[in-house]
């Protein structure tokens, strides 16, 4: 399976704690990746069923606690807002078996 074009900018906010009045405390890192506008139920790999806004392919390892924040002007709706990740959807590896990106669900 190819790689998707991944050109759109995004900040991965992975959760680190929270502070003492429940907010969460992020480590913010630039990426680059793929949204994919589409509605659906999907299963994730975790197999919990769930209804999803949008794919996003990214090559970072993202778990589902962790934010994504589009920073990409093609898509108003989802400019700097912040989205949590519902769930894993598939890992693409490449021939050697190492994970090459990953696809996941808001």
């Known amino acids: 399976m190819p790689i998707p074009l991944m050109h759109q900018p995004a900040i991965l906010k992975v959760i680190t704690g929270h502070d003492g009045y429940g907010a ?9 990746c793929r949204f994919k506008i589409r509605a659906q139920t999907v299963r994730t790999l975790e197999g919990d069923t769930i209804v999803s806004h949008a794919f996003v392919s990214l090559k970072e390892a993202v778990k ?13 709706y989802f400019q700097n807002k912040d989205f949590p990740i519902l769930g894993l959807m598939k890992t693409i590896p490449d021939l050697s078996g190492q994970i090459k990106w990953y696809q996941v669900v808001i």
């Open 24 to 32: 969460p405390i992020t480590t913010n890192t630039n990426i680059v």
């Open 64 to 76: 589902p606690t962790d934010i994504l924040n589009y920073q990409g002007s093609d898509l108003p």
